[in-house]
T-cell receptor
Framework: GENVGLHLPTLSVQEGDNSIINCAYS??????FIWYKQESGKGPQFIID?????DKRQGQRVTVLLNKTVKHLSLQIAATQPGDSAVYFC???????????????FGQGTILTVHP | SAVISQKPSRDICQRGTSLTIQCQVD?????MFWYRQQPGQSLTLIAT?????????ESGFVIDKFPISRPNLTFSTLTVSNMSPEDSSIYLC????????????FGPGTRLTVL
């Protein structure tokens, strides 16, 4: 499919393992971050978000960690399943400063492959 | 969350022609955006579609090439004009999750191939 990422980082895990996907963001003024999952042939699907006043947020089987000191974001997926196989993107929002309201800047993406 | 649909889902077009992509949201939203995703790559913002005013374009994208309409709070169109093979890409529409949210939800995308 079109997500055969010749240039994207890849992560291969066994079913049942925990997965950690990392993202370095660029703008220290970013105050809102989102993780998206994109399956082949589909649009990005919202997974979880976090604001800059937090360093951790948990959802169902997913946890996002934010380290503002080093501008790093990670997505942890517990008990990874074959259905989790997709491309994962982080996105940052530099905030509502009048010129960049709502604009997202996307990371390069990571291909996650889960083997049964 | 907003549910977003796009038409067409895919198209194959000839060089020099134009294609208009439609984006429909199931609820009124403040912000709508158009992105391009080239094969195997990440998403790049083309423009913000503003209701009642001209779209705001990102660096490298111009209105003559990518005219955008936003006639109301649930609908927007993106036209890819005078297409060349370099315009072959996936075009994605997104919208905010409603008043007071920064989350963006995406449509399924339009897969464009230019011959």
């Amino acid at each position: 499919g079109e997500n055969v990422g010749l240039h994207l980082p890849t992560l291969s895990v066994q079913e049942g393992d925990n997965s950690i996907i990392n993202c370095a963001y660029s703008n220290s003024a970013s105050d809102y971050f989102i993780w998206y999952k994109q399956e082949s042939g589909k649009g990005p699907q919202f997974i979880i978000d976090i604001r800059s006043n937090m360093d951790k947020r948990q959802g169902q089987r997913v946890t996002v960690l934010l380290n503002k000191t080093v501008k790093h974001l990670s997505l942890q997926i517990a008990a990874t399943q074959p259905g989790d196989s997709a491309v994962y993107f982080c996105a940052e929002n530099v905030g509502s400063d009048g010129t960049s309201y709502g604009k997202l800047t996307f990371g390069q993406g990571t291909i996650l492959t889960v083997h049964p | 969350s907003a549910v977003i649909s796009q038409k067409p889902s895919r198209d194959i077009c000839q060089r020099g022609t134009s294609l208009t992509i439609q984006c429909q949201v199931d609820s009124q939203v403040t912000m709508m955006f158009w992105y391009r995703q080239q094969p195997g790559q990440s998403l790049t913002l083309i423009a913000t579609a503003n209701q009642g005013s001209e779209a705001t374009y990102e660096s490298g994208f111009v209105i003559d090439k990518f005219p955008i309409s936003r006639p109301n709070l649930t609908f927007s169109t993106l036209t890819v004009s005078n297409m060349s093979p370099e315009d072959s890409s996936i075009y994605l529409c997104s919208a905010d999750g409603g008043v007071g949210t920064d989350t963006q939800y995406f449509g399924p995308g339009t897969r464009l191939t230019v011959l």
